[in-house]
């Protein structure tokens, strides 16, 4: 089949660009690390950052489009080095619209730690559901990073997982969504970790994350207007 871009297309170029500016903007990422990609709605084309391209450098016309296999379809760069990453994600869980991988520095350390982070503020209730999960160590460059996010978030309500001695890695319904999880995922491992100087954090019951959880996931922001009768 041959690839001709869209509108569509372009317009996740635009977008996937941006969002990496939100990864700087709040200490996410160092150098060229970490990574945005979103999939084309109603498709299976992933657009991503390119491999090593500095944050300052990048263009909507940088952007690399691939199908889930990872060939490259649009974009003269090679795609990051997380695409197959990303790309196992997509493939088993078609429902996501967004990926992003950080090494922000709290929620790496509890990765270097081999320790999820227990749900012990009522923020991560909110947006995790619970404890945000452990991911088991992999070697970057095939699937297996991949297999171990599907494997860890399948069955979890985090947005967000922490895998073993790397980083982090995020989805959402689309590529904001996917990069506010991993803002949130840095807010609250460093609160935690803040907490647990003073002394052991208090958990939360569970019926109160699943009230919690519920009320900000269907009830909090604002909600559309009632229709007249």
Known sequence: MTYTSTPEVQEMKARVCALHAELLRWGLVTWTSGNVSGRVPGTDLIVIKPSGVSYDDLTPELMVVTDLDGK?????????????????????????????HTHSPYATAWAARAEPIPCVLTAMADEFGGEIPLGPFALIGSDAIGKGIVETLRGHRSPAVIMQNHGVFTIGKDPKSAVKAAVMTEDVARTVHISRQLGEPVPIPQ???????????????????????
């Open 207 to 229: 019926a109160d994350i699943d009230r919690l959880y519920d009320r900000y996931q269907n009830v909090y922001g604002q909600q559309p207007a009632p229709k007249e009768q």
């Open 72 to 100: 490259v379809l649009e974009g003269d760069l090679a795609p990051s080095s997380d695409a197959e990453s990303h790309n196992e994600v997509y493939r088993r869980m078609p429902e996501t619209g967004g990926v992003v």
